[in-house]
């Protein structure tokens, strides 16, 4: 079964400084990986998808992530923080035809 | 993209009542649904796949008879926590796709915030 293991539940940074957000992830074929942002007292909203194309996933909001096979990580980054990134993140692999399966999550907390 | 809408987004009940949470796809079909539970400040599980015309299909560990899965139309699918105790308190989410089984994507409504008196 596929799972995602995100490293570091919560995450802070000054505002302007660079994000960097773990996940490695568990799979026995070739996968589907996600990162979603949610707010407080919100769904979830998607940020960027790896889908076996470009390894090099460019998202929403500035943010992209990069697929390392070799490291199997899915590492979402930001080269510059802003007030408006503090959020919770989640990253998810697909398992099956559409189910997700969800990463414990990482806080992101930006310090002004 | 694709919206995904829950209602209500708060709900207070008291014990032993049963609470009807909503999931609409508002601009597509879905022929496929998912409700997720989130505990506070942990992630997201997977309580059902909630299938249109069909019964839903439960995660392991989730009482079906529990957590009732009605999914009558194609932009519809309704989450009923029956007999509701303290323990069942917390962030219901359904998603949903716009697309075939390989689209990949998910839209996720807003989320329900159930509270158990």
């Known amino acids: 079964a596929q799972s995602v293991t995100q490293l570091g539940s919560h995450v802070s940074v000054s505002e302007g400084a660079l994000v960097l957000l773990r996940c490695n992830y568990s799979?026995?074929?070739?996968?589907?990986l996600f990162w979603y942002v949610q707010y407080p007292n919100q769904g979830l909203q998607l940020l960027l998808k790896?889908?076996?194309?470009?390894?090099l996933v460019k998202g929403i909001n500035g943010f992209e992530a990069e697929f390392k096979k070799s490291e199997t990580s899915f590492h979402l980054t930001k080269p510059s923080a802003h007030m408006s990134d503090a959020a919770e993140y989640f990253c998810?692999?697909?398992?099956?035809?559409?189910?997700?399966?969800f990463g414990q999550g990482t806080r992101l907390t930006i310090n002004p | 993209g694709a919206v995904v809408s829950q209602h209500p987004s708060r709900v207070i009940c008291k014990s032993g009542t049963s609470v009807k949470i909503e999931c609409r796809s508002l601009?597509?079909?879905?022929?496929?649904m998912f409700w997720y539970r989130q505990f506070p400040k942990q992630s997201l599980m997977l309580m059902a796949t909630s299938n249109e015309g069909s019964k839903a299909t439960y995660e392991q560990g989730v009482e079906k008879d529990k957590f009732l899965i009605n999914h009558a139309s194609l932009t519809l699918s309704t989450l009923t926590v029956t007999s509701a105790h303290p323990e069942d308190s917390s962030f219901y989410i359904c998603?949903?796709?716009?697309?075939?089984?390989?689209?990949?994507?998910?839209?996720f409504g807003e989320g329900s915030r159930l509270t158990v008196l």
């Open positions: 998810a692999v697909r398992q099956g035809a559409q189910k997700l399966v």
């Open positions: 799979s026995s074929v070739p996968p589907y």
């Open positions: 601009d597509f079909q879905a022929t496929t």
């Open positions: 998603s949903a796709s716009e697309g075939g089984p390989n689209t990949g994507e998910l839209f």
């Open positions: 790896y889908t076996s194309a470009a390894t």
